[in-house]
């Protein structure tokens, strides 16, 4: 199996520019997590999906950060405009079963961030 | 919500020697704990994870134990290897929510 697919691997952008970070999880998974890693806090839920509906996003820092899942094989983590605080490593997970609960998360290798 | 508190940030041994890692969660429903570790540029992997019906798990040199009453649990690494270097995340759950993290512990171990 693949697993968890994330793309760009590094992204380095400007302030005031938009970033789309794209997620491929696990065939048959069907729940998909966004997570933050800064140094300072830690991994950080953002939002979460199952079955391609956002059931949490009380993560997302503000409406600058939106996020979508158009399929059962596709998500996006979108921050427009970005800052030089949003700079962190971003992972995308997902996780089987018939539950949410239930089930080992599987990361993706991460997409890092850097906002000049 | 949930909030999980990690000790310590950082945790230096020398080979061979064990390693204790410490956390404690805040929302009494929380019934899952799991146990993440993460490789320099990788993502975080599941190590070894327990359930609230359980008080200790072991699998080879890892080990992890839960106090339900006290809210806490730890993560304890015997007969340390290099290869243990990394850092390792907590995290906890109830039914119907996502895993929330601790900040995470950056183990060294010095041959």
């Known amino acids: 199996d693949a697993g968890v697919i994330q793309s760009p691997r590094h992204e380095v952008t400007e302030m005031g520019q938009e970033v789309t970070l794209r997620c491929k999880p696990i065939s048959g998974h069907n729940s998909l997590f966004w997570y933050r890693q800064t140094m300072m806090r830690g991994l950080e839920l953002l939002i979460y999906?199952?079955?391609?509906?956002?059931?949490?996003d009380s993560g997302m820092p503000e409406d600058r950060f939106s996020a979508k899942m158009p399929n059962a094989s596709f998500s996006t983590l979108k921050i427009q405009p970005s800052e030089p605080r949003d700079s962190a490593v971003y992972f995308c997970a997902s996780t089987g079963g018939r539950y949410l609960v239930k089930g080992e998360l599987f990361f993706g290798e991460g997409s890092r961030l850097t906002v000049l | 919500g949930e909030n999980v508190e990690q000790h310590p940030s950082t945790l230096s041994v020398q080979e061979g020697d064990s390693a204790v890692i410490k956390c404690t969660y805040s929302?009494?429903?929380?019934?899952?704990f799991p146990w993440y570790k993460q490789e320099l540029g990788k993502g975080p992997q599941l190590i070894i994870d327990?359930?609230?019906?359980?008080g200790e798990k072991k699998d080879q040199r890892i080990a992890v134990t839960l106090n339900k009453t006290a809210k806490h649990f730890s993560l304890h690494i015997t007969e340390t290897q290099p290869e243990d270097s990394a850092v390792y995340f907590c995290a906890a759950r109830k039914a119907g929510t996502a895993l929330i993290f601790g900040k995470g512990t950056t183990l060294s171990v010095s041959s």
């Open positions: 999906f199952n079955n391609n509906v956002p059931i949490d």
């Open positions: 929302d009494s429903a929380s019934n899952y």
């Open positions: 327990i359930r609230s019906n359980v």
